[in-house]
């Protein structure tokens, strides 16, 4: 029994979602393999061959993995899956592209943004924006898993020495190309891997209004920006910013809610967090009722005053 990560990385350095995504398979089986897919990636083969609780990484580089495309990348995993019993990614972006597929092409129900592991085929997942937590199995041959990597600490990054093994690249599945990637750049830690988050949200007013009370705390904080999705609706801040259910699911250290009011679908994506501290005028806002430590207060004179104190 052995079980199959599938590598999140840029062909450069390898995601840290990949290391929570080895924990959660470590519960799952003591054999843990990672595919690492792309062209030119041995750095990223490498950094996996290092992690903790790796056994062996399996190599696959080609222009054709280059991209990450879903399809090309979903018929590697499928030509190595019948040597493993689970196969595992990040409940990403990327792994949401590629389990489902895989999953499909295997005739295997998939089981999604798991958050704790019982046994070898019984898990627990949130359902209902994270109101109740489903304790589900499989019966499948080969479990194909999401991960919820908020559910599971990284493993270390250094440490281990696995055997790097090369795989012959399946050819272009020739059913999607890319036409071009904007990406964003910036100095501030990776939302998702961050130790400290501060959002906003729609009681902030304008994107103004977001940029000149959010920006100085963050910047004291040493924090990612994140944002409520009515703001992102609003145009305050970029997409990529959206923390909750329908954005990216977050538990950092610290996260600090400014004028959000704690829509469910908010709550289901960073109620996790270890502190939570909340601002908002209204004090029957549901945020309260997740908060660690909460203000009562109008946020336009409460975080100037905060950031002058930090």
């Not at 041995?42 to 996996?48: I, L, R, T």
């Not at 499909?104 to 109740?132: E, K």
């Not at 103004?208 to 999705?229: C, H, I, Q, W, Y």
Request: aromatic share 4%.
């Amino acid at each position: 029994m052995t079980a199959l990560v599938i590598a999140e990385h840029d062909n450069h350095g390898l995601k840290p979602a990949t290391l929570n995504t080895i924990a959660a398979a470590l519960f799952c089986n003591p054999q843990v393999h990672v595919l690492v897919a792309g062209h030119n990636c041995d750095g990223v083969a490498q950094a996996a061959a290092q992690a903790f609780g790796v056994s062996k990484v399996l190599c696959a580089d080609a222009p054709q993995l280059a991209q990450g495309l879903a399809e090309t990348t979903a018929a590697q995993v499928l030509a190595l899956a019948s040597s493993y019993t689970h196969i595992l990614a990040p409940a990403t972006a990327f792994g949401k592209n590629i389990a489902p597929r895989v999953a499909a092409l295997l005739d295997v129900a998939q089981v999604s943004d798991i958050i704790h592991v019982h046994g070898p085929d019984t898990f627990d997942r949130p359902i209902y924006a994270g109101n109740a937590i489903a304790t589900v199995q499989s019966r499948d041959k080969t479990v194909v898993i999401t991960v919820r990597t908020t559910g599971f600490d990284a493993v270390a990054a250094s440490g281990g020495a696995a055997e790097i093994a090369r795989v012959d690249a399946v050819g272009d599945a020739g059913l999607s190309s890319l036409v071009g990637r904007e990406t964003t750049k910036s100095e501030r830690p990776e939302l998702t891997a961050a130790k400290i988050v501060v959002s906003g949200g729609r009681g902030l007013g304008s994107k103004e209004n977001f940029e000149a009370v959010m920006t100085p705390l963050a910047d004291k904080l040493g924090a990612a920006m994140g944002a409520s999705r009515a703001a992102v609706d609003a145009g305050y801040a970029p997409n990529d910013w959206q923390v909750g259910q329908t954005g990216k699911i977050v538990a950092p250290q610290l996260y600090v809610a400014v004028g959000i009011s704690g829509a469910i679908q908010h709550l289901a994506g960073m109620k996790d967090s270890k502190v939570i501290v909340a601002i908002n005028k209204d004090e029957e806002a549901p945020i309260f009722g997740v908060a660690d430590y909460g203000l009562v207060a109008d946020l336009f004179t409460a975080v100037p005053e905060m950031v002058k104190q930090i």
